[in-house]
């Protein structure tokens, strides 16, 4: 199995992109060149030029200017130059084989450039070889490269697949969706059934992202694309996994989203949405962990409506797991006779 490559840390390549360049450039015109550099930013500061400011600089249209550029690609690609630049290129080849084959340009510039500039010179690298297929930004998908089209179209097809089969405000840890994309690519070879790879290949969708406690789903969810305190307390609610105290839920969101979170404002957003069940003496759960809305007495109605008649002791037992609150604030709503009664076995029923 082909060695991981990891996704945190810069690639050391053997070759300083910069001098390659340089040397891929020698055989051009001065203006040719000076087209190449200012079109993709070999310079030192990686600014590159649209094609009608580089027009105004030597007084020609926005076209010549295009096909200046695409001379000098082709004629770097027949000179003596490239061919001696061969190993760079396979280096560069390897190196995409280990990441995936398929890897989105932002992923793949950050792991083998240090900085702007050194990114600028790799990008050309492989814009200049025959050996990368750049798969342009799509509504689907990022802009990613590629060595394989086979593969590539095999990814598209399984991110299409995948997608289809999520809900629409459906969560899912890393570790469950990979195994689920992972059953849309059957054929792919063993190299690439790593984890790392698959979530690489995750990241090329446009339309399945990750939110910020490393959980997946539809990028247009709430869930996923969060957007305010709301959406920061239902994570936090859902990652804790039992009711918590409002002022708590404020500091979570503080110290995971690294967004200031005022207990007060917290409360009110809590309030106002309904995933939110406010289950006693400041404590909040989730509406889908089976908590009952409304106040105790609204609770109990419940409890016996699922239930039929039940005991005192059996009331408070299923109460209580609904709500944060003392048995005889149970007691006191059961007694009021507007709305609760013993029957001749003495459980109580709804009036």
Known sequence: MTKEVSKNKIINLSFNP????????????????????????????????????IGKKYGIT?????????????????????????????????????MGGVVSEEDLLNQLGKDTVTKKYIHFLLVVSNDFDKVKESAEFKHHWSIDK???????????????????????????????????????????KQNEILVRWLSISKNIAKNPLGDWGKSKSSNIKTKGIRDYAYLVLRKHGSPIHFREV????????????????????LIKDSRFVLVGRGLYALKEWGYSTGVVRDVIKDVLKK?????????LEKVMKERYVKANTIIVNLQNPKFFKKNKQGLYTIV
Do not use: C, W
């Open 18 to 53: 910069k001098q390659v360049v340089k040397r891929l450039l020698s055989p051009l015109s001065d203006r040719a060149q000076d087209v190449i550099i200012g079109r993709f930013g070999l310079n030192a500061t990686g600014s590159d030029m649209t094609l009608e400011a």
């Open 62 to 98: 926005r076209e010549r200017v295009r096909q200046i550029e695409n001379y000098a690609i082709n004629h770097i690609r027949k000179s003596s130059a490239f061919e001696k630049e061969s190993p760079v290129f396979e280096e560069l080849k390897n190196t995409i084989r280990k």
């Open 150 to 192: 086979n593969l590539t179209g095999q990814i598209h097809k399984a991110l299409r697949d995948l997608y289809a089969q999520l809900g629409d405000d459906e969560i899912i840890p890393e570790s469950e969706i990979v195994s689920s994309f992972l059953t849309h690519l059957k054929d792919i070879s063993d190299e690439y």
């Open 250 to 269: 404020a500091k979570l969101i503080s110290k995971v989203f690294n967004k200031k979170a005022h207990v007060a404002t917290t409360h009110n957003e």
């Open 307 to 315: 239930n039929g008649p039940l005991s005192k002791e059996d009331v």
